[in-house]
């Protein structure tokens, strides 16, 4: 079996009186696409943020580890120097800066010139309207493009995790099988995805393994196929 990059154990957080995860056990290995599915509210966003450190102050209990390193108390900037990348709900684009410039801040961590303009170039072939654009502010594209732009950001690095929070959230149907198609196509290339998704159709058809997570806790997991085909999480999840 392939390496464990990620393992969260026993995680719970609250936040104040509101008890939003309530011990989740998760684990993602080398290569996979794991999707974390559920309802509004689930905790889904909540657990990602566990994972990055960006929650707000509340109590948190439980281990995470990437790599087999404790992540506890990292500073989340900190995450991408160990080629660990987020790509939040809301996209966190830096909306003052230009489209190109957003692509060199992912890359922020490399010293390869050369390597870092050829990986814009590619990003750009995969997203010609950011080329068209590259020299707009990024506050002023659409939410589409911001996805975009968000993705190609998060891959400049070369993460060997990639955290994705919703990124179909707000897109037009068009939009959402683009960025799914991209989210195949890095997997396809071996990068290790942990993917929340409210659509659970789209997220399973692209996954290795599911999660579904219902009021804070991990209700089923399992092949991501087995789960489309599983008549509970098409009654409770894929509307059918
Ligand atoms: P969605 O798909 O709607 O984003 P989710 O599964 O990602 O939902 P979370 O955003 O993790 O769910 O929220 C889990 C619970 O925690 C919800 O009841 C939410 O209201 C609560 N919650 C989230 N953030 C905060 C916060 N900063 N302060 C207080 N409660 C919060």
Wanted: net charge positive; aromatic share 4%.
């Amino acid at each position: 079996m392939s390496e464990t990059i990620l393992k969260v154990a026993g995680l719970k957080v609250a936040y104040g009186g509101i008890k939003a995860v309530k011990g989740v056990d998760l684990e993602v290995r080398r290569g996979e696409l794991v999707t974390l599915i559920g309802a509004n509210g689930a905790g889904k966003t909540t657990t990602l943020k566990a994972i990055t450190g960006t929650l707000p102050p509340c109590k948190v209990d439980g281990t995470i580890s990437y790599l087999g390193q404790p992540l506890a108390g990292k500073q989340s900037f900190r995450l991408v120097e160990q080629k660990l990348a987020m790509v939040p709900e809301g996209r966190g684009v830096f909306t003052r800066m230009t489209i190109h410039e957003n692509l060199l801040m992912g890359a922020y961590t490399r010293r390869d010139q050369a390597g870092i303009d050829a990986d814009i170039e590619k990003w750009y072939a995969v997203f010609p309207r950011l080329k068209e654009r590259s020299a707009q502010l990024a506050g002023t594209l659409s939410g589409g493009e911001q996805q975009m732009l968000a993705m190609a950001r998060a891959l400049m690095c070369h993460p060997t995790l990639l955290l994705l929070d919703e990124p179909s959230m707000g897109l037009s149907p068009i939009m959402v099988e683009k960025i799914f198609e991209v989210i195949r196509d890095v997997s396809r290339q071996g990068i290790t995805i942990l993917l929340v998704e409210q659509n659970a159709k789209l997220a399973l058809q692209a996954a290795h393994r599911g999660y579904v997570m219902d009021s804070g806790a991990v209700t089923m997991t399992g092949n991501a196929r087995d789960m489309l085909d599983d008549p509970r999480v098409q009654a409770a999840y894929l509307g059918e």
